[in-house]
């Protein structure tokens, strides 16, 4: 068997590899508009995007290299780029991926559905290709070559022609990669309290991110640093849930944590019943308490 995965990513192309080493006897990294990333696979297949193209428009030539590896499964990163190359590629390829991978199985994935209140079992298509987010495969140690294949960027006949381009506000934040996070939930009334859970992930060593309102709600945090079914599947050693109900479509996104510490006012909140130590308290007091204690 010979794994086909696209990321372009470094910390998610090492997991996808060393994931898809677990499942296959050789592994071929394709990475597409960024930097090649060595090391991780038996071969790295590099397409640069030449300036006036854009990332997606480089199906035919990633097409070509899965052909050319003569691969027999794919595994894509659940990021913007490699998702809609993964869906144009498996469309010519004539099967279909199957998105949010929570486990997979030879050819047979667990996804969640109905917010993630239920799991259920996908049988990959005649050539299986799934979509896996970050620590699906987390604890396998990736391995690999520094051989890397430049391939050339092959423009469809109906190219998007890229006008100009503006960089996004660039989120200095790493959830995927933290040991440690302290999640700030509607419980924070006042935007200025967010220092007294800065202040205690500074003691742990701990990322800063937040449930849904506070990012889409009210804008007190980037997109990228909301936890749940709709933002990011985080597994850290340690999950600080401060001012957080415990709603199903949070909880799925943090309940792969080692240890969940819950802060909550209300002894009746949800989190209660799904954290490893609850304090009942208000978080004003209970934060700083515990940053002291630390
Ligand atoms: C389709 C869909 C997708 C969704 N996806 C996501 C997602 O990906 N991620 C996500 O987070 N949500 C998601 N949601 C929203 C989700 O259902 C909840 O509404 C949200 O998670 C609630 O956020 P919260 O716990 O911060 O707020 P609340 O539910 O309002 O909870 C606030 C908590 O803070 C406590 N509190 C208040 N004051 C204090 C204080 N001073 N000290 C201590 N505790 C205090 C309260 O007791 C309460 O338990 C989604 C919803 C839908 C419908």
Redesign the pocket.
């Known amino acids: 068997m010979k794994a086909f995965v696209i990321a372009e990513n470094e910390g998610a192309a090492r997991e996808l590899c060393a994931g898809a080493r677990t499942v296959a006897d050789s592994v071929v990294l394709c990475v597409v508009g960024a930097p090649a990333i060595t090391g991780v696979a038996d071969v790295c297949v590099h397409i640069d995007v030449p300036a006036g193209n854009i990332a997606d428009d480089a199906y035919l030539s990633v097409k070509s290299a899965f052909d050319a590896q003569g691969a027999d499964c794919i595994i894509a990163e659940n990021a913007l780029r490699p998702l809609s190359l993964v869906g144009r590629l498996t469309a010519a390829l004539g099967t279909a991926a199957i998105a949010g991978a929570t486990e997979i199985n030879g050819t047979q994935a667990s996804t969640m559905y109905f ?1 993630g209140n239920g799991v259920r079992t996908a049988n990959a298509e005649a050539i299986p290709a799934f979509i896996v987010g970050s620590g699906v495969f987390d604890g396998s140690a990736a391995t690999g070559t520094d051989t890397v294949e430049e391939l050339a960027f092959q423009a469809p006949a109906n190219a998007v022609i890229k006008q100009g381009e503006e960089a996004l506000p660039k989120a200095d934040i790493n959830l995927a990669a933290a040991d440690a996070i302290v999640a700030c ?3 924070f ?1 006042d935007e200025a309290d967010l220092q007294l859970a800065r202040d205690l992930a500074a003691k742990l060593g701990a990322e800063v991110g937040c ?4 990012a889409e709600g009210v804008d007190w945090f980037p997109k990228e640093a ?6 990011a599947v985080v597994s850290p050693k340690t999950y600080v849930a ?6 199903m ?2 909880m799925v ?1 943090c309940n792969g944590s080692e240890v969940v510490i819950a ?4 002894k009746n ?1 949800p ?1 209660f019943k799904q954290c490893d130590y609850g304090f009942v ?4 007091e209970a934060l700083p308490a515990l940053t002291a204690a630390l």
Do not use: E, M, T
């Open positions: 917010g939930g509607r419980g009334s449930s849904r309102p506070l909301y936890i749940g079914v709709s933002g401060c001012g957080i109900s415990g709603q479509q949070h996104g802060v909550n006012k209300d909140a989190i308290g208000d978080l004003k």
